[in-house]
């Protein structure tokens, strides 16, 4: 099982970079460290609504004692062209706005009585009901030391410094960062374009009647829903009969948007495992061929695998086995590292944990096969799942964790540490 | 803090239900419990690719003295009208067929010559490169109890079982039962569609040329980002100029599209807070009115707060302060769990733990606030990010938990205990 991880992981690579909108890269990996073009604040600016003031102009400054400066007009967050301030004089100031000339400190508009000659207030009126705010005179009530609530610029970042490094994956304060520094678009590993394709004659779609004999597919839903989760972006081909020509023509036709092709189902012992025969050497099935390889791996579920790669671009396929919880299992522990691979995630494993076996009676589990079964882990235990066969979805759907038990163990008491695999 | 957050979640409603196909309710939270119409699996099937045979036929059977049987042909999955096996005979049989009438259990194909006459095989040859697997003579090895390697009928669910309760997000696994029991369609609540304005006229957008006094817009990038990060579909305005009446257009238009909408900046104290003076009562900032509430919370970052609802329709409006700091960390404590709320999400907080706090010498933190510092969390301590500054986005961009400074803390000693939340 190792052995065939480690293939698939020593032969997909990232995605080449390709340059996205920001809200576009959002969930993906940066390709290059991002340098800052500018010094965040680029300007000295306040980080209160105020007045911007002399520090000598209001020294000793108190209620009972208050500095009555001139007031010589607004200073509002995107001024361009803020005026200076005297001595004796103030400016009224917004959080953001650019410190004005000769000012040296912001005083909040609660330690003023915000011009209205009646104590302190609250806040300022808006400028558009009440303009004679910006000028007039203003009662200060505390004295402010040099540089009382401004904001230097650079104090954040300095022109120069790295603001991300490479690996980074870019959420939503990464997002924000890039845009504060003025960076509309980013070079990042796009997310991979994943075909998933299922297998078999007894497959129809759901919402359809079932004739004797056939059954829904439900392994396409699930897995593009799996590879959507994993960052993927997914698409599902509807069922394919077992007809060699015919899949091997569907595949041709979707290679066009796959950067990774996944198929489910005909990947076994049988005479009508129609992937195996697509893809494989004609008439031998054990040998490699087609570029696609087919193995039988030491686990359960999950025995039967293919994996290679098809068409002239030597696009990367993973052939799952068919049963619902084989495939799912196999998506899991190879599909969903290899995409996360395709997008240079640093981490591309599902998190595990040990957790207490909390079951009625020991777990049996096959020699020589490490197997996968069906868990509820909460609180440091693990309860099984349904059974260990392979078609139950229902006990599946319940589950959010893998109980993993090793090649070499064949019984699991209740008590026992055990790996498990936490999913989503 | 808590008040506000409280008035946020009695206010917000889970969205009206809609029906929607199976991979567009992916994440979504199902309305109704679901029941099987059918049970899986609708019919007696095989678990291997094999023979179908009659137990007594196989009796005692070892590689020394095989059973021989008489082939009557294949049974493939899908084959809607199989036919019987009677004494003395075989069906070779694949996995997913259903078992033909007279066969009582399935012999694996490795168990068995696969019609070669010369020991034990491998696995089946593909029936259209060798048709005559299908007829002639096949030895078998092993005997079989009744009902080996077969799966019964409704073995895995039943027919009026219920499948997945009401309130269960749908994830892939999920997904997948709905698809397996022939659900096309599902009803779910939606997710919700949020609207992301900021606003301030020293805001400029990414990749534009900055003049004196202006800064680029990040907040609205953050922020649709972890809107969409939360669940949402979310879409993004850009920065609205300081100016009542184009916000309040600007807003209106927007109504169309929003479930919710949010804006940043413009609710302080301020002679030209946009969002307080275009949507709160005219002449008393103070006084809820326009259906939006402006609020001073005991917390910092993220003091000034608006909250109420616009519109024909009473969409829920949240405007947050437009420091960078504080308007994500003002998402994550109210916008989030909103969201998740319209959603109809069990779980709408992000998830606390305790953690050590590692750092060289105390945190402080002003007296009467709840402090929200930026930390970066890591086998169980944590370790502050930046300063308390709310315009330190460099910092946050390298922060992966908020670390709380309860209101009555003034001073926080490294290796203290203490609250942390968790981002992304």
Known sequence: MQDHLDDVLATVRPLDPIELNLLDAQGCVLVDDITVPLSLPPFDNSSMDGYAVRVTDVAGASEEFPAVLEVVGDVAAGQTDPIAVGPGQAARIMTGAPLPPGAEAVVPVEWTDGGSGEGPVAGMRARSLAPEGAEGHVQVYRPAEERAHVRAKGSDVRSGDRALAAGTVLGPPQIGLL????????????RPRVVVLSTGSELVQPDEQLAPGQIYDSNSFALTAAARDAGAIAYRVGAVADDAETLRATIEDQLVRADLMVTTGGVSVGAY?????????VGDEDEPGGGVDFRKLAMQPGKPQGFGSVGPDHTPLLALPGNPVSSYVSFELFVRPAIRTLMGLPDVHRPTVTASLA????????????????????????????????HLVAALAQANALIVVPEDTESVEPGTEVEVVLLG
């Open 179 to 190: 845009a504060a520094i003025g960076r509309g678009t980013v070079r990042v590993r796009p």
């Open 273 to 281: 495992d129609v992937v195996k025969e697509a893809l494989a050497h």
């Open 359 to 390: 079951a009625d009676k020991a777990l049996t589990s096959p020699k020589g096969r490490r197997q996968f079964l069906r868990g509820s882990h909460a609180g440091g235990s693990v309860t099984p799942v349904g059974g260990s066969g392979s």
